[in-house]
């Protein structure tokens, strides 16, 4: 009987929550493909395929004190990211990922019913978070290229606009967003995020205006260039007095001591880990090359470690439903604007190459 109205105590915007579509692991096929676990090509959560540095592996299989709580305030790890971006650790607040950093900003500037500019398609966290917090979400349409339309986003804003978000390269279209258009609204005052997530792979970014900005905030990830995806690490870059309100709403322990000592032999790491980025992303243009010979797919350039696609013949449900069967996992959407798209994560060259030749195989099966 206690149970029969506990919906009726829960927040009432979360009553539809869809929550976020993650992606599939491969021991959730199993049974329901053909395929072995081990041989399963996981290109749908833009993971990095050559993991992470082996001395992360060495040094967390030496590691004796998880008995103990890692430091709450981050001091050394803030003081390592500062020695790898050339931004003072001040400005500097890490987090269990990116993600947890984006909720931490949405709980500091939104109370119920401001308003948060989204230019759409992009990351879709940036939605997610806007909604759990009480957010009103005002969707700004890209263009055809997938470039941000900076008159349309100055002409969003209104007095309930609290943050802006922007994704550089964007997820899931891979595009850049120009200095210039960042600085065109970043002059507007309204706080703005950019989310770095895959800046080792174009090597562009904003972080030095940090602390010429006071409204600007820098987003960024150990997951896409140093592997350490499982491990959910993440930092960001703020004006001195946001990051002192973020180091203080926080979890205390939201760094957990195994990720600690995994980013300290990263940034100890840096060029092996950055060879493996350069070899995705000559993957990339090779994978690229052989879609784009596709006469029924459309590969977008990409500046990420994916490549998104539109299905032009065909459901890209279908073509997703098609490669799990063979044991290949990508993400498709069918939400505005991404009609029919699959987005592809970038894998060693031998997964590509399976990729390429069972796109060729499906194409003359379905399209033909």
């Not at 995020?193 to 990830?221: H, Q, S, W």
């Not at 350490?228 to 703020?238: E, I, N, S």
Request: charged fraction near 25%; proline fraction near 5%; hydrophobic fraction near 40%.
């Amino acid at each position: 009987m206690v149970d029969k109205g506990i919906e009726k105590l829960i927040r009432r915007e979360l009553a539809g929550f869809g929550g976020y579509a993650a992606s599939k692991s491969p021991q959730t096929l199993e049974g329901k493909v053909d395929i072995p676990e081990e041989d399963i090509i996981k290109l749908d959560a833009n993971e990095n395929p050559y993991g992470c540095s082996p001395r992360v592996t060495h040094a967390l299989a030496d590691y004796t004190d998880i008995n103990i709580y890692p430091d709450s305030w981050q001091i050394q790890l803030r003081h390592q990211l500062q020695g790898y971006i050339g931004v003072d650790m001040s400005h500097i607040v890490a987090s269990a990922g990116s993600d947890q950093l984006i909720d931490l900003i949405m709980r500091l500037f939104l109370e119920p019913g401001d308003e948060v500019i989204n230019c759409v398609p992009t990351f879709a966290m940036f939605r997610f978070f806007t909604d759990l917090c009480g957010g009103k979400v005002i969707e700004v349409k890209r263009d055809d290229n997938f470039t941000v339309d900076v008159a349309a986003v100055e002409k969003a804003i209104t007095n309930k606009t609290k943050l802006i978000m922007l994704a550089t390269p964007n997820n899931p279209t891979g595009t850049i967003t120009p200095h210039g258009d960042i600085l065109k609204i970043l002059d507007t005052g309204v706080p703005v995020v950019v989310d770095e997530a895959y800046y080792e792979f174009t090597e562009e970014t904003v972080a030095p205006l940090i602390g010429r900005y006071k409204n600007l905030m820098v987003l960024r990830t150990f997951s896409k260039w140093a592997g350490l995806a499982g491990l959910r690490v993440g930092y960001g870059m703020f004006p001195v007095k946001i990051a002192d309100y973020l180091l203080r709403i926080k979890e205390p322990y939201c760094v957990n001591a195994a990720a600690l000592v995994a980013v300290k032999e990263s940034l100890e790491d840096v060029n092996y880990l950055m060879a493996n980025v350069k070899t995705i992303i000559a993957e990339r243009e090779r994978l690229f090359s052989s879609l784009e010979a596709m006469e029924w797919l459309k590969p977008y350039p990409s500046q990420a470690n994916f490549i998104l696609c539109s299905v032009l013949r065909g459901s890209a449900r279908e073509l997703q439903q098609k490669l799990e069967e063979r044991g290949i996992l990508v993400r498709y959407f069918d939400q505005p604007l991404l009609e029919d798209s699959v987005r592809i994560s970038i894998g060693r060259p031998e997964e590509n190459d399976i990729l390429v030749e069972t796109l060729n195989e499906l194409g003359e099966e379905l399209y033909d």
